[in-house]
């Protein structure tokens, strides 16, 4: 067994991607403990030894249901503000319209160059015409569909619920405004839980200083 153990047949912070542990914690399939080179069954191996290293590494003080929820609302107020541009600038180039619809020019009578910019900024998306305009609209729905399923409706609201690691891990760098990488390691994935965590708090402050 002490063999089996030195040649590294299971996986550990280093080698254990976020991507793999977050199907390990929500399948519970223990085989994905196991490294690629091993064919032994996994009870061969102390993993309840490897499941406590990580649990411990995760518990590194981050409040995670903090974090989680100001990921949310961050993630929401970004929808917010597309929404609301995205009626503001279909409203002047459609309806009244301000522009010819196949050429966006804003006239200076108008607050269309400054929503524009404020879409251009927020989703780098240039609209120049309604195709642009169009883009928009497929970027607002798919950030609806994208926080729906990552933030679901819970019909029984639990006080002491565990909170799922990937949903855990794309918070974090939600906060982080990074791309979520199913190929980092845990090791490197806990050393910007701690930054998420600062920022997370820093952000609640703010928020309960103006009392929202």
Not at 3 to 15: D, I, R, S
Not at 64 to 80: D, F, G, V, Y
Not at 165 to 192: C, G, H, I, W
């Given at each position: 067994m002490n063999y089996l153990e030195g040649m590294k047949l299971t996986h550990n912070l280093h080698t254990m991607t976020i991507g793999r542990y977050g199907r390990l914690d929500e399948s519970k399939d223990l085989s994905l403990l196991k490294t690629g080179i091993n064919l032994f069954p996994i009870e061969w191996f102390p993993y309840q030894k490897t499941?406590?290293?990580?649990a411990t590494a995760l518990d590194n003080g981050v409040d995670k249901q903090l974090l989680i929820e100001i990921a949310r609302l961050k993630?929401?107020?970004?929808?917010?503000?597309?929404?609301?541009?995205?009626?503001?600038?279909h409203n002047l180039i459609?309806?009244?319209?301000?522009?010819?619809?196949?050429?966006?020019?804003?006239?200076?009578?108008?607050?269309?160059?400054y929503y524009l910019k404020l879409v251009r900024e927020l989703a780098l998306i240039d609209i120049k015409?309604?195709?642009?305009?169009?883009?928009?609209?497929?970027?607002?729905?798919?950030?609806?569909?994208?926080?729906?399923?990552?933030?679901?409706k819970d019909k029984k609201k639990s006080t002491k619920k565990a909170v799922p690691f990937t949903r855990y891990?794309?918070?974090?760098?939600?906060?982080?405004?990074?791309?979520?990488?199913?190929?980092?390691?845990?090791?490197?994935?806990?050393?910007?839980?701690v930054l998420a965590d600062q920022k997370a708090r820093n952000l609640e402050a703010i928020k309960r200083k103006h009392g929202r």
């Amino acid at each position: 067994m002490n063999y089996l153990e030195g040649m590294k047949l299971t996986h550990n912070l280093h080698t254990m991607t976020i991507g793999r542990y977050g199907r390990l914690d929500e399948s519970k399939d223990l085989s994905l403990l196991k490294t690629g080179i091993n064919l032994f069954p996994i009870e061969w191996f102390p993993y309840q030894k490897t499941l406590d290293i990580f649990a411990t590494a995760l518990d590194n003080g981050v409040d995670k249901q903090l974090l989680i929820e100001i990921a949310r609302l961050k993630m929401l107020n970004k929808i917010q503000k597309l929404e609301t541009w995205y009626a503001a600038i279909h409203n002047l180039i459609v309806l009244k319209p301000d522009n010819d619809q196949w050429k966006v020019v804003p006239k200076k009578k108008t607050n269309l160059a400054y929503y524009l910019k404020l879409v251009r900024e927020l989703a780098l998306i240039d609209i120049k015409d309604l195709v642009g305009l169009r883009r928009l609209e497929q970027e607002v729905d798919r950030l609806n569909n994208k926080f729906l399923e990552r933030y679901p409706k819970d019909k029984k609201k639990s006080t002491k619920k565990a909170v799922p690691f990937t949903r855990y891990a794309k918070a974090v760098y939600l906060l982080l405004e990074a791309d979520y990488n199913p190929n980092m390691s845990m090791y490197e994935f806990l050393q910007d839980t701690v930054l998420a965590d600062q920022k997370a708090r820093n952000l609640e402050a703010i928020k309960r200083k103006h009392g929202r």
